[in-house]
């Protein structure tokens, strides 16, 4: 079977609630989205890597570092909405697998991209990443999204409520640390057919409920199938995820 050819898009949206320009911040030198692009540009797993954004200002700090910048329509909704843009362009047509690369995530790993490809390349409609929650803090938070999954592997449901819940009191360490107490990473990779009829899709009662995009895919029966890793590093949602961010850098640079 030929090998399917992958297109990594990164979304960068300017606007941002709890870390204002957030693309635009700067850790260590740089700004964030240079960090992902950087980061995603060396993945073998992608053919091509785009930055796909509505700001001018974060296309022209890419083009300077080297990236290719698809500028898109500021009324999308979602990150998916602007991927599913760029995908549709002609210049992408020829890809069988999009990838969608969170762009506050600056310490993405080809590990976490490849297992999410894969998964599409192996017939799911979309692929995704989790990792095992650890922490009963975590467990707990409702910004942390948990992921249910299948015996399969696919998706049973994603939830900001700590599932799967355990009736006769708290998980234990090791519970919270087996692939059966997962923490879901935002990565997505879909196929083409996939994510048109993902952004096709009027928006859920439980994609409303829970304030999370999957759950619209998942209730319409697309196919999400959850890949695990071991450890995965956080996003940059805060001041403080960027000081820490910044300082893992700085620490990588010495």
């Not at 083009?63 to 290719?68: N, S, Y």
Request: charge should be negative; hydrophobic fraction near 45%.
């Amino acid at each position: 079977m030929p090998r399917h050819r992958v297109l990594g898009v990164i979304p960068a949206r300017i606007g941002s609630e709890r870390l204002p320009r957030k693309p635009l911040h700067v850790l260590a030198g740089r700004p964030l989205i240079e960090w992902v692009w950087r980061r995603a540009k060396g993945f073998a797993t992608l053919d091509a890597v785009v930055v796909a954004t509505d700001s001018e200002e974060v296309a022209e700090v890419c083009r300077a570092a080297g990236a290719v910048v698809e500028l898109t329509s500021p009324n999308h909704a979602s990150g998916t909405d602007r991927v599913a843009e760029v995908a549709d362009r002609e210049a992408y047509r020829e890809f069988d697998v999009v990838v969608n690369i969170q762009g506050d995530e600056p310490f993405v790993a080809e590990e976490q991209v490849a297992a999410a490809a894969s998964l599409v390349q192996e017939g799911w409609d979309v692929g995704t990443v989790a990792t095992p929650v650890r922490t009963l803090e975590a467990w707990r938070d409702p910004a942390v999204v948990k992921v249910v999954r299948r015996d399969d592997g696919g998706a049973l449901y994603f939830s900001r409520a700590p599932i799967p819940f355990l009736r006769d009191g708290d998980p234990t360490p090791e519970a919270l640390g087996s692939h059966r107490f997962l923490r879901h990473l935002g990565i997505y990779a879909y196929s083409r057919s996939a994510l048109g009829r993902w952004v096709a899709l009027p928006p859920g009662e439980l994609e409303r409920i829970e304030r999370l995009e999957q759950l619209r895919a998942l209730a319409a029966g697309l196919s999400i199938g959850v890949a695990t890793v071991e450890s995965a590093e956080g996003g940059v949602d805060t001041y403080d995820d960027a000081r820490r961010a910044e300082a893992r850098l700085l620490a990588a640079a010495r």
